[in-house]
């Protein structure tokens, strides 16, 4: 393909060697005449294992080349990759200055061809700036709309700097949102890499980016915090840590990476406190792992006043039905310890705000409950007795909200039948079934 890369530089200069290199006919665009100048002499503008010999290759074979100049670059292209900074502002913002600046000079020098052009966004942008930022610039700089002759796509990169090179041939996966055509297009520029390809939605293959590098962020914090805390009680976190990624069931693994709703139990709150303790008392702060219970405890606020909202609301609920469904009250399926359930906790809630709660879970049977699980359930929901019901369709009977904690498919299928105006559905799991219905509202999805 011929394609004009904007921006060399860590991420540009390594694409457009990498690309030259397994075929493509790139130009290389940058308002920086110096690093213009420098790939043209066959050398690159940044410096990364491998690549002085790759891109030296690639200038000389004709296969790459460079340019300050968009309408030459553009000259005979048929997609654009866009590698321009975003930086930070001075409020935390993404600096979108670089990539509207670009955008904007590919829709004013392709409004004069009728070549088919394909622009595809590769610098980390925030959720959203494909669609509200990009396609309306490029539509009016082109006078072009997106469709047969003008695709846009967002294509996150994911390489590092120090190992560039490596990573851009072996990446984790390719993750393309947009239009199947572009999608397409951007699919074959990548043709040569192994690796699982994501068609996704715009916003999502945006998001991707951000959630890699934040969960990156809080694993390097996660272990560094552990190891501040550890050195104080004489543990060597190295010789933990080495023990703890050969989980790959839970540690290092998709556990406990599905959206849904907050965790609870015997184990987790418990032992998230100890460890604060033990901060306290050692004089070491632990703001991640205190910021775990703190976030966790706002999504229980946050689902409670959306269940509020929802009764509230007169132009869905005219009748004032203040009837709410719980379905699942333990703290996770197939279990009938309540101990520190987000469930409890929720139902508390709605109970002392007056609302008519129904509950049922398939696990709990109070006359069983006994020792630590009775005594907690005791002082936290004193009339469960009354307010659990033994068979789902008779908690769901006449509810205006239902709320499904339970990852049970007859749950799932009641709920379909019952067709409550408001399903919240805090499971994370049951997402087919209950969405077709019209009151359907996921956490998470
Ligand atoms: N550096 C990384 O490791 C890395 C990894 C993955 C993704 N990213 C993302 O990729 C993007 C680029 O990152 P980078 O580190 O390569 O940035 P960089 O600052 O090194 O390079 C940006 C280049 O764009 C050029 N530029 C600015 N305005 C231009 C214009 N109007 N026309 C042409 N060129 C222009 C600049 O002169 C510069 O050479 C960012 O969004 C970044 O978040 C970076």
Redesign the pocket.
Known sequence: MNVTL?????????TATCLAARGHRVVG????SG?AAAVNAGRP??IEPGLEELLARAVESGALRAT?S?RDGLADSDLSLV?????SATNGSTDL???R??VG?IGATIATSDRPHTVVI????PPGTVDDVVVPLLEQASGRTIGSDLQVAMC??????GS?VADFFGPPFLVIGGAPAAAAAVRELFGFLDCSVHVVETRSAESV?YACNAFHALKVSFANELSRLYRMLDVDSRQVMDVFVQDRQLNISPAYLRPGFAFGGSCLPKDLRSLLYLGRMNNVDLPVLEASLATNEMLVREVADRILASVDDAATNPAHNRRVALLGLSFKHNTDDLRESPNVTLAEILIGKGLDVRIYDQVVNPAQLSGANLRYVQARLPHLQKVLHDDVAEALCGAHVAVVSSADRAVADAVVAAKPPVVLDLSGRLGAPLETLDGYQGVGW
């Open positions: 904007f921006g060399l530089g860590y991420v540009g200069t390594v665009v940058d308002t920086d690093k503008p940044v300050e968009v590698c321009v900074g975003t930086p200055v670089q990539v600046r670009v000079e590769r610098s980390t942008v996150p990169e994911f390489l590092r700097e560039s980016k």
